[in-house]
């Protein structure tokens, strides 16, 4: 846990050709990754099977929970093929897309995805190649489209095609991807991550079908999702800033935009936050980052998200462990920054009128006050842990619960340490507990006090309701005699000592 200790916000690696076997991916997780992502867009199933193993062998090595997430492709929209493998289009030309299964030409390709004709309407623009050409619809039925050349340039097989006005009558999973999602659940993965979502009923069907079995992050990647925002990351166990497609389907200038209001929605909620690609991309090739990178993924700190992702950096770069590295160094360096506080301070989040959202504001404000070491949260579902953790508290959380599903969701939470540990049967058996795990994790240093997080009845998910003060013998008899408090009789007289 050294790594980690003193770091809050959290590192995502995707593994991949470069981080397959267990040697790089021990290396990564003690480089400071948390989770590991699996990209099923890539890779065969036996693959994704031997990288888990692995993951698990590290984290029995470790003896610290890792999280595992499964990242689902959802829907790839394609041109058909050319006769000549390419076209040249130019500004101005007019282009058909139809349903013909035909080569294209010069003049027309085909497009085989009916659903796309269903929503088009004149004036929708469709990308290709990640936005390189840029067609216009000028004319549309159920099976074509006539459309303007705005940016021309060279389309070629099979290229994708991004619609960024059109809201698409087809679902965010497809047939592969509900393999895709059967194998990851009964391989035991944390969190499922959603692509193509576009409204809160995608991540509902999703949400049908892994029945509690994982958490579902929403990938924020249309501009269409920002219409229901809100509603999305309230259906949905996290959501995530994916700014590869959602880079493709609007300006440039309005993606840090989005980002912000993305990462204040979902901390609003109280939901993780995480934000992806692109991160230090140049470190795919290069040994160092650029300074623009490293201020990218401060930006990202600094508005205190819940983790930051690495993709091809660690997945098929040649520096994967190095890139973890910088992400610790980075986020070490912003945390260490006393602007740190007062940037997320600034972030208001809602407090719900609910007694587990009033103590983690009271964990907020005497940890302002007094210098708490630790907060400690027994949490059976790992609610508890999040609503203390959506007030940002100056203090590391101690996540103590019986379940290791939830410990391994936990690693994806800001300033959230999970600690795997039997349920507390009375007070005096949770103080114990408590004692237990600050000190074995090295949140204790026998001077200052430290909280504790509850719900009574004990083991009762969502009933926390309970915020005790333990202080260290020393500490007690010092203010006892600097008269600070009368032991016997002050608020603290049932504080336990360490």
């Known amino acids: ?153 060279t389309v070629s097989n099979r290229k994708g095609v991004n619609l960024p006005q059109t809201a698409l009558p087809l679902s965010a999973l497809t047939p592969k991807d509900r393999e895709d999602l059967a194998f990851a659940l009964a391989m035991g993965v944390d969190w499922v991550a959603l692509s193509f979502v576009q409204r809160p009923e995608d991540v509902l069907e999703l949400r049908e079908l892994v029945q509690n079995r994982a958490g579902i992050v929403a990938k924020i990647e249309k501009p269409l999702a920002i219409q229901h925002l809100d509603d999305i990351v309230t259906a949905a166990d996290a959501v995530m800033v994916a700014r590869g497609d959602l880079g493709v389907e609007v300006a440039a200038e309005e993606v840090p935009l989005l980002q912000r209001q993305i990462i204040r929605s979902a901390r609003n909620a109280g939901k993780p936050v995480i934000v992806a690609t692109q991160m230090l991309e140049s470190m795919v090739h290069s040994p160092a980052p650029t300074r623009a990178e490293t201020s990218d993924v401060a930006t990202a700190v600094y508005d205190a998200v819940d983790a930051v992702m690495l993709s091809a950096e660690s997945a098929a770069g040649d520096y994967p462990e190095q890139a973890v590295e910088v992400m610790q160094r980075v986020i070490g360096r912003v945390e260490s920054d006393p602007l740190y506080r007062e940037t997320s301070r600034a972030i208001r989040t809602a407090t719900l009128p609910e007694p587990a959202d009033a103590i983690g504001a009271a964990v907020k404000t005497i940890a302002e006050v007094l210098p708490l070491s630790a907060t400690v949260t027994y949490t059976t579902s790992g609610a508890s842990a999040l609503r203390i953790a959506h007030e940002r508290p100056r203090t590391p959380i101690l996540g103590l619960t019986p379940r290791l599903s939830t410990a ?83 608020f603290f007289a049932g504080a336990e000592s360490l």
């Open 408 to 490: 391994r969701r936990l690693t994806l939470t800001w300033g959230v340490h999970p600690v795997l540990s039997k349920d507390a049967s009375n007070v005096e058996e949770m103080v114990l507990l408590a004692k237990l795990a600050a000190s074995a994790s090295g949140f204790t240093d026998g001077e200052r006090p430290f909280a504790i997080v509850a719900g009574m009845p004990f083991g009762t998910s969502g009933s926390t309701n309970l915020l005790r003060m333990v202080w260290p013998e020393s500490t007690l008899a010092k203010l006892s005699q600097q008269g600070s408090i009368e032991y016997k009789d002050s």
């Open 1 to 153: 846990m050294e790594t980690n200790k003193h770091r809050n916000t959290k590192i995502i690696a995707t593994l991949g050709p470069a981080s397959s076997n267990r040697a790089m991916i021990e290396r990564l997780a003690l480089a400071g990754a948390n989770v590991f992502r699996l990209n099923f867009s890539h890779g065969s199933h036996a693959e994704h099977q031997a990288r888990l193993a692995c993951i698990r062998e590290v984290e029995s090595s470790l003896g610290r929970p890792i999280g595992i997430l499964a990242d689902l492709q959802g829907p790839k929209l394609r041109l058909g093929v050319f006769a000549n493998e390419k076209a040249v289009l130019k500004n101005g030309d007019e282009f058909v897309l139809d349903m013909q299964d035909e080569p294209g030409t010069q003049q027309r390709v085909t497009l085989p995805h009916a659903e796309i004709f269903a929503g088009l309407q004149p004036g929708h623009d469709l990308l290709i190649d990640d936005g390189k050409v840029r067609l216009r619809v000028l004319d549309c039925d159920d099976k074509s489209a006539q459309t303007l050349v705005v940016v021309g340039g």
